[in-house]
Structure formats: structure tokens, C-alpha cells
């Protein structure tokens, strides 16, 4: 159980270009969903926390602008790179909580590579 | 503020016991964690420890929690190159956020 989904795996894109990556939680309704990125041998950096049916909250730093998040169901969030430059290329992990032991539950990752 | 140190490098032989260290600030953590991260892949959940208990057993792997000392240990009997990749021990904090460290990186040599 508790597994969790992203789509997509790794993703090419143009500069200027937006890219929609999707997280589901496959098995269990995520009451919080959270989107990190990950910089290669570096630890996971908290981007936002994004609770289904209300606005993310963004940690100090983050452009809101820039990354677009949406979560509208209890299985479903998205993260949308808005006019995505190289810069933005990263690694991008979702995560998902049902709530138990605060426990959260990891997607598999997003490469993003912009050229 | 919140803080998690690890090192940042571990190299055993195959067989051999891991073990890996993690000290951190926040006494308020309810629960403590253990991840695995192979290369190009997500984090998965290696087990976690609830911050009353002072140690947890699940086959191969054993969690010692110090709250004393705030450190937080994971031994993996009999490791396996299998168990070559990087492990992230987290806490969380009253906002349910997770605060990771910087993760070890396990090599196994044959």
C-alpha cells in the first residue's frame, strides 16, 4: 500500500515552454501533498504543501508565480513550471501524507531538463 | 532553528553491519524517519521510529533513538550491494513538515 505515482518520469523542454507534472497517490485519499526538488547530490528542498480543495503554501523563496500548483482531488496533485528556463532544471519529487504517523510517501521523481 | 547532520560518506564490505549516524536539533519531533534513494529514483520509506521509543527492529534494520543526545542511528545487518545507495534520516516538525539531512551515501563493496 501507500504508493505513489508521477507523470511524468523526465521530461525535455524549449526555454520559454511550461511543463504539468502530475502526482498521485494510487492506493490511499493524500490529505497533504508536498513538492520538493532535488539538486544532483544534494538533500530534498521543500517547495510547498498543498492540501486538496485550498491554495499551497509556498516556502520562503519559492515563486508561486512560477511554480503552479493545484491539487484537486485527495489523489491528485500537479506542479506546473511556468516559462521553464535551464535554470529549472532539477529534479522534482512529490510526496503524500494519508495523515498516519505523519508519514509521507514518496513519487518516484521528475527529471526536468530545460534547454 | 531545525537542523539534521549526517555524513556524508559510508563504505562497508558485503556482510559487514551499517551503520549510519544522524543528530538533530528539534526535541518537539513526533516521529523520525529513514530513507532510501537509489539513483534516479524516489525516496522510499525505510521505517520510522515514534520519538517515545528508543529502538525499533524490522528485520535486517535497527533504529536506535538517543533523545537525550538527539541522535538517531540505523544498523543494517548483513548489508548487501543491494543496500548501495543514499539514506536520508528526517524529523518532523510541528508544522508536519519534514526536515531531511544531507543523506549518507552507502557504498557496499563486494
Known amino acids: 500500500g501507500a504508493v505513489v505515482s508521477q507523470h511524468p518520469s523526465w521530461v525535455i523542454c524549449k526555454s520559454g515552454t511550461s511543463v504539468k507534472i502530475e502526482c498521485r497517490s494510487l492506493d490511499f485519499q493524500a490529505t497533504t501533498m508536498f513538492w520538493y526538488r532535488q539538486f544532483p547530490k544534494q538533500s530534498l528542498m521543500l517547495m510547498a504543501t498543498s492540501n486538496e480543495g485550498s491554495k499551497a503554501t509556498y516556502e520562503q523563496g519559492v515563486e508561486k508565480d512560477k511554480f503552479l500548483i493545484n491539487h484537486a482531488s485527495l489523489t491528485l496533485s500537479t506542479l506546473t513550471v511556468t516559462s521553464a528556463h535551464p535554470e529549472d532544471s532539477s529534479f522534482y519529487i512529490c510526496s503524500a501524507t494519508s495523515g498516519r504517523a505523519d508519514t509521507q510517501y514518496f513519487g518516484p521523481g521528475t527529471r526536468l531538463t530545460v534547454l | 532553528g531545525e537542523d539534521v547532520e549526517q555524513s556524508l560518506f559510508l563504505s562497508v564490505r558485503e556482510g559487514d553491519s551499517s551503520v549510519i549516524n544522524c543528530t538533530y536539533t528539534d526535541s518537539s519531533s513526533t516521529y523520525l524517519y529513514w530513507y532510501k534513494q537509489e539513483p534516479g529514483a524516489g525516496l522510499q520509506l525505510l521505517t520510522y521510529?515514534?520519538?517515545?521509543?528508543d529502538m525499533k527492529q524490522d528485520q535486517r534494520l535497527t533504529v536506535l533513538l538517543n533523545k537525550k543526545d538527539k541522535h538517531l542511528s540505523l544498523r543494517i545487518a548483513d548489508t548487501q550491494t543491494g543496500d548501495s545507495a543514499i539514506y536520508f534520516c528526517a524529523e518532523n516538525n510541528q508544522g508536519g513538515k519534514l526536515i531531511f539531512g544531507q543523506g549518507t551515501e552507502l557504498s557496499v563493496k563486494p
Open positions: 521510529i515514534f520519538s517515545n521509543m
